[in-house]
C-alpha cells in the first residue's frame, strides 16, 4: 500500500506519537511518503521526510489560475464552504490556506506518487491539503480529527466539510468520536488509539516512600492546569507529606510557572526540568510513585484528549493521579487504574497522596490494573495494522 502522510511538523519532539505510527507503518511494509508542510526534519530515521518550503508558494501566482482553468468547478466547491462558517481563528484560516496552496504546488508530485490514499494526520493544514489533493487528482484522502482540530475555538473552519468528504475519518478518544458524531457518517469515523512501540519492563512500585516521587510531563500551556497543580504541591507540603515533584517540559508559560513557585515557597520540592529526550522522560517514569495530569479546559476550548504520558505512565508502573477532563477518564478508571480527581479540589489530591504513600497493595493493584490496560489498548503496532486495514477498506471506497 503506498500512502502520502501528511502532517504539520514531523518529526517534532511534542508528538512522538505521530513517529511511532510512522514507524509501525514502515515496520509493516507500507510506501510512505511524509509531506511536512509546516516545520520538523527532513530525515526520519533514515526514511526521508518532503519539507514543504513556503517560498514554494510563489508559484501559486502562474499554477492557482492553471488549478482554476482546469478545475474550476471542483475548486468552486470548496471556496462557496469558506462563507458558511468563520474561521476558528486567524491562524486556523492560515493554516487551510497553507494546506490548500501546498497542494496545488505539489500537484505533480502527488500524480507521480500516485497514492493510494493521502492520510492526513490532522484535519486543520493537513486535511485541507487532502481535500485539495482529491479535487485535483482525484485520490482519496483520510483525516484525523482530534483535540485541537475539533475543540479549539469551536473547531476547524472547515471541519464539517473536511470530514463530510474524507474516506476515513480517524479519532483517538470517545470524547473526539461523540464530538463530530453529527458531523459526517457515523460509519466511517474509526475509534483507533495511538500506542507505545514496545512496552517497558514491568516493575513492582517501591514498597516504602517516605519521600513521594511525582513527574509531570506536559507541554507548559494553560490547558495543563497549572495554577491548579501548583496549590495541590503547596496543600501538599503544608499537610507535612514528604514529595519531590519534577515538571518535564517546555512552553510559552514556563517563566510564570517559576514565578509561582517561588511565591508560594516550593523552590525546594519542585523542579522545573525543562524539556528532556524520549527516552529521559521513559527513564524518569520508570524512577516516579506517581504521574500527575491536572488537564482543564482553556479559555479558547482547546483540552487535551489522552495525553500520550498517560499510558506511557501505566506502562511503567506509576500511578497515574488525572483530570477527569476529557479522554483522560478513557484509561483512568477512579480507584482501578488509577485516580481521578478534579483539578480546583487540591485537598481531593492531598487525600488520595496520603493514602497512595503509606499503603503499598493499593499501589501495586493500581499499578497491575493500568499495565493490563496498556497491553490490551495501547500498543502501535496492533493499533496501527487497525488502521492500516481501515485505511486499506477505505481506499477502495
Known amino acids: 500500500m503506498r500512502i502520502l502522510y501528511v502532517t ?9 506519537f505521530l513517529q511511532r ?43 492557482l489560475p492553471w488549478a482554476a482553468w482546469r478545475k ?19 491562524l486556523n484560516m492560515a493554516e487551510n490556506l497553507l494546506g490548500f ?16 490514499l493521502v492520510h492526513c494526520v490532522w484535519a486543520s493544514a493537513p486535511a485541507a491539503f487532502g481535500m485539495m489533493a482529491e479535487a485535483l487528482t482525484g485520490c482519496r484522502f483520510s483525516t484525523g480529527a ?8 469551536g473547531g476547524d473552519w472547515l471541519l464539517r466539510m473536511k470530514l463530510r468528504r474524507a474516506a476515513l475519518v480517524h479519532v483517538s478518544t470517545d470524547v473526539a468520536r461523540n464530538r ?10 474509526k475509534l483507533i488509539r495511538r500506542g507505545l512501540s514496545a512496552l517497558p519492563k514491568l516493575r513492582t512500585p517501591r514498597e516504602v516512600c517516605e519521600c513521594l516521587q511525582i513527574v509531570c510531563v506536559a507541554r507548559l500551556v494553560e490547558k495543563k492546569g497549572f495554577p491548579y497543580q501548583l496549590e495541590i504541591y503547596r496543600q501538599l507540603k503544608a499537610a507535612g507529606i514528604a514529595f519531590e515533584a519534577r515538571i518535564i517540559g517546555d512552553g510559552p508559560m514556563e517563566e510564570e510557572i517559576r514565578g509561582w513557585v517561588g511565591e508560594l515557597g516550593l523552590a525546594d520540592c519542585v523542579s522545573l526540568m525543562g524539556r528532556l529526550s524520549e527516552r529521559e522522560v521513559l527513564d524518569e517514569l520508570q524512577k516516579t510513585d506517581l504521574l500527575f495530569h491536572t488537564g482543564v479546559v482553556a479559555a479558547s476550548g ?18 497515574v493521579m488525572g483530570s477527569p477532563v476529557s479522554g483522560v477518564v478513557e484509561a483512568i478508571e477512579d480507584g482501578v487504574t488509577g485516580f481521578l480527581c478534579p483539578p480546583w479540589e487540591p485537598e481531593r489530591w492531598v487525600e488520595r497522596c496520603e493514602a497512595l504513600q503509606r499503603d503499598f497493595q493499593l499501589r501495586l493493584r493500581l499499578s497491575l490494573a493500568a499495565r ?20 486499506e477498506r477505505a481506499r477502495g471506497g
Open 302 to 319: 482547546d483540552r487535551d484528549g489522552l495525553p500520550n504520558v498517560v499510558p506511557e505512565a501505566m506502562a511503567s508502573g506509576a500511578v
Open 8 to 16: 504539520t511538523s514531523f518529526p517534532v519532539y511534542s508528538e512522538t
Open 72 to 90: 474550476g468547478a471542483k475548486l468552486l466547491e470548496i471556496v462557496q464552504e469558506f462563507n458558511v462558517r468563520k474561521p476558528a481563528s486567524f
Open 21 to 63: 505510527e510512522a514507524r509501525a507503518m514502515i515496520k509493516a511494509g507500507v510506501e510512505l511518503e511524509i509531506v511536512s508542510l509546516h516545520g520538523g526534519k527532513d530525515d526520519f530515521e533514515g526514511h526521508p521526510v518532503r519539507m514543504f518550503s513556503k517560498l514554494e508558494l510563489f508559484r501559486l501566482f502562474y499554477l
Open 101 to 116: 496552496g501546498a497542494a496545488i504546488v505539489m500537484e505533480k508530485r502527488i500524480r507521480r506518487l500516485s497514492p493510494d
Open 180 to 189: 463530530i458524531r453529527s458531523l459526517c457518517e457515523e460509519e466511517k469515523v
Open 146 to 153: 482530534h483535540a485541537y482540530d475539533i475543540f479549539e475555538y
Open 372 to 391: 493490563e490496560w496498556v497491553e490490551r489498548e495501547f500498543v502501535a503496532d496492533k493499533n496501527t495494522g487497525y488502521l492500516l486495514e481501515c485505511l
